[in-house]
């Protein structure tokens, strides 16, 4: 099967109906399939054989919905093996960011049911009514599927990192990983079209077929690059298909076009090390040399690849786009500053927000590979210091010896450089002089001293503020940006089970030293940050400092990618109860003991009493309380919270349920309501497990 033949469509009726059809449907299937474990290679000719189905009825097209589609791509998965058992390769690499790697890796690792309703949930936000339908479960086992899921990929997560997420940091990472997703390429509709016109063969032929793989270069340009190439795969149709049309059954690049190929890398990376002023060894061991060397390795060997014939005839017709962006990264990070100038289009006017974005993240990559070859040649000794000096303040850096480091520091910056980067807004200017060390958070310890972060903090805000106002999806710097800061304030924040903020069940005395300063010299609404750390403040100071432990809450910042969306269903719970939690209360009903709630979580607990109150069950009500002074008799607490439960009664849907902190002494549950309210209730870890504790100014919290 040729992926990018093109074809003339016969001329059928339903050819724009089909088409339509396609368009329509071909982002879910394509994306649902690579959520669930499908490798890339493997995507674009099942979801031909998932929309042959639908070609000949002209009817169906008009009335099949997205219910349908997905459940068909899952039955497609269901029944054949070799697929439904599919755990996507680590060298699949179609992410860029680490963190999205590990958790599209963890997933993998789950059952295909747990795989395809998370992606449902989380990445294509189906309600569970829906999931139930494509997945053919009833809705409270969509919700047992769902919990478990969630469960098995913190603990996965957990093993790697020694961390766990909490159920808020987990949902965020999603909702990353779901945009990340949409930025890997579709395949072209119409090729899609030929394809199924065509007549697709037979699913087990399509499941044993195995691509040429195209990596692109490191870090978040990936996706980019890919986008690069797939669009390039359509130019000179006619070409391609005289091409194609005669080629043999086994079609081999000729040694012709690898010598040239290999002769013209040999001599752009000569010239790059030239202009760079860096030997042959000081250019390969940079990171975009590797990329491309390594891609130069894939071709010299192609020949001798087990690849089908149609897959490496595709690599051939569009051998000379391939290699053109072989050769063009072998360029000086400048150089390749314009020549990315030049090629995008889609991100708007020059100055612009997004295209700046953009271009920033192209010419930073580079910029700081380069930054420090030249770092460590200069502080060795050698002989032709000032010639260095002056290449290096040529290709966009700036030099001074530092007396007290007693070495040189090379960073961004020159005339050289701002000619370079005028056309880009201000504040990506700005940011390229910034020194930021990437990452702040390593290993779950911060990189930077405890009283260095608030500066780094209000430095990474006051750009996170002037960048904010982009429009496009995918800002990858701003991104970066977003999560490094978050990531930095948390731990700031709340410590972490490696670098703790408590020392004997007190804060430290110099992380209270740190957090007063900030609230004498900041007003807390002016930065996000500082408002986070007055909010902690203050939570601590009510238990005078005792608190111990690590506290699990996250802070939310307006600063989170562009992309970001709350899932509209978040955990689905609704008061009254239903399903299996409402079966588990009947259960707890029954006796009003402690042996029935001592494995509960701090989440059902808070669940537990809530539906206790709206049914009016002041005994179990009771049994969740906590022992405290002013805690009256059971029979008395019934008399006296009789008429306060008949008024409380009323249904409501909890949009989001989490635990915002956590200690061995118990725990904190906020409640965020469909309604817009919220509820906070406090927990103590009291006999054999979490009871709510008792207030008796308050009964009914």
């Known amino acids: ?20 059809f396609i368009e329509q449907h071909l982002h879910k299937i394509t994306q649902f399939l690579i959520q669930t474990g499908i490798e890339r290679d493997r995507v674009a000719p099942i979801a031909c054989a998932i929309l042959d189905k639908y070609k000949h009825d002209s009817a169906y097209l008009s009335r099949t919905s997205s219910l349908d589609i997905y459940r068909k791509t899952y039955l497609f998965l269901q029944n054949e093996t070799a697929i439904s ?63 478990h899921g969630i469960r098995s990929l913190k603990e996965l997560l957990a093993e790697k990192d020694q961390f766990e997420l909490s159920d808020d940091q987990l949902l965020t990472s999603l909702e990353f990983l779901r945009k990340s997703y949409a930025s890997v390429p579709k395949p072209s509709v119409r090729t899609v079209i030929g394809q199924v016109r065509e007549q697709v063969p037979q699913n087990e032929s399509l499941i044993k077929k195995k691509r040429f793989r195209w990596t692109g270069i490191a870090g978040t340009l990936i996706v980019f690059l890919i986008v690069l190439i797939y669009s390039f795969s359509f130019i000179n ?71 089908s014939p149609e897959n490496k005839q595709e690599v051939i017709e569009n051998f000379d786009e391939y290699k053109k962006h072989i050769l063009l990264e072998l360029s000086t990070p400048l150089e390749m500053f314009f020549s990315y100038a030049e090629l995008v289009t889609e991100y708007g006017e020059d100055g612009s927000l997004e295209k700046s974005d953009f271009l920033t993240q ?108 982009g429009e496009v999806e995918r800002m990858m ?28 069940g007190r804060l430290k005395k110099e992380v209270k030293t740190v957090w007063e300063k900030i609230m004498d010299e900041r007003n807390p609404q002016e930065y996000q940050f500082a408002g986070a750390v007055y909010d902690q403040y203050n939570l601590l100071a009510q238990k005078d400092f005792k608190q111990a432990g690590t506290v699990t809450k996250q802070v939310t910042t307006s600063y989170t990618p562009q992309w970001f969306e709350q899932s509209e269903e978040v955990s689905g719970f609704a008061i009254p109860l239903e399903g299996e939690l409402s079966e588990r209360f009947t259960e707890f009903q029954q006796d009003n003991s402690e042996e029935t709630t001592k494995d509960l979580t701090a989440t059902e607990v808070v669940l537990f ?93």
């Open 1 to 20: 099967m040729e992926i990018n033949k093109p074809v003339t469509l016969p001329p059928d009726e339903n050819d724009h109906r089909f088409e339509k």
């Open 85 to 147: 058992e599919s755990k996507s390769k680590a060298k699949d690499r179609f992410l860029s960011l680490q963190e999205d790697i590990e958790l599209h890796e963890a997933i993998q690792q789950l059952s295909l049911k747990e795989r395809a309703v998370l992606a449902l949930s989380f990445f294509h936000l189906q309600k569970n009514d829906s999931i139930s339908k494509i997945i053919q479960e009833e809705p409270e086992e969509i919700l047992l599927i769902q919990k």
């Open 237 to 307: 149709e006619k070409e391609s298909t005289e091409s194609s049309s005669n080629a043999g059954s086994s079609p081999e690049l000729s040694e012709e076009k690898l010598n040239e190929l290999t002769i013209e890398f040999d001599e752009k990376l000569a010239l790059l090390s030239s202009a760079l002023g860096l030997t042959d060894e000081e250019t390969r061991s940079l990171e975009f040399v590797k990329q491309a060397e390594s891609q130069l390795v894939h071709f010299q060997s192609f020949n001798q690849m087990d690849e």
């Open 362 to 469: 192209v010419l930073h990559y580079r910029l700081t590979e380069v930054q420090r070859i030249y770092t460590e040649k200069l502080n060795h000794k050698q002989d032709n210091t000032g010639d260095l000096i002056g290449l290096i303040r040529e290709n966009g850096f700036e030099v001074h010896y530092d007396n007290q480091q007693s070495a040189y520091v090379v960073q961004p910056g020159g005339d050289v450089l701002e000619e370079t980067i005028a056309s880009l807004h201000p504040v990506y200017r700005e940011y390229l002089h910034t020194a930021f060390s990437f990452p702040y958070v390593e290993n779950n310890k911060m990189t930077v001293p405890y009283e260095e972060v608030p500066l780094t903090l209000l430095k990474m805000e006051d750009f996170l503020k002037d960048m904010s106002a």
């Open 477 to 504: 710097v701003y991104d970066q940006l977003a999560m490094e800061y978050s990531q930095l304030l948390n731990h700031f924040i709340f410590g972490s089970s490696s670098e703790p903020l408590f020392d004997n």
């Open 609 to 701: 009493y809530l539906h206790a109150v709206f049914i009016g069950d002041a005994n179990a009500i009771y049994t969740l309380m906590s022992e405290e002074p002013g805690l009256p008799s059971r029979d008395d607490f019934v008399k006296e919270t009789s008429e306060a439960l008949r008024s409380s009664q009323q249904n409501s849907t909890i949009t989001d349920i989490f635990v915002e902190s956590s200690t061995p002494e118990g725990s904190i549950v906020r409640i965020l309501f469909e309604n817009g309210g919220t509820r906070t209730i406090e927990l103590v870890e009291q006999g054999n497990g979490l009871k709510i504790k008792f207030d008796e100014k308050n009964p009914l919290q």
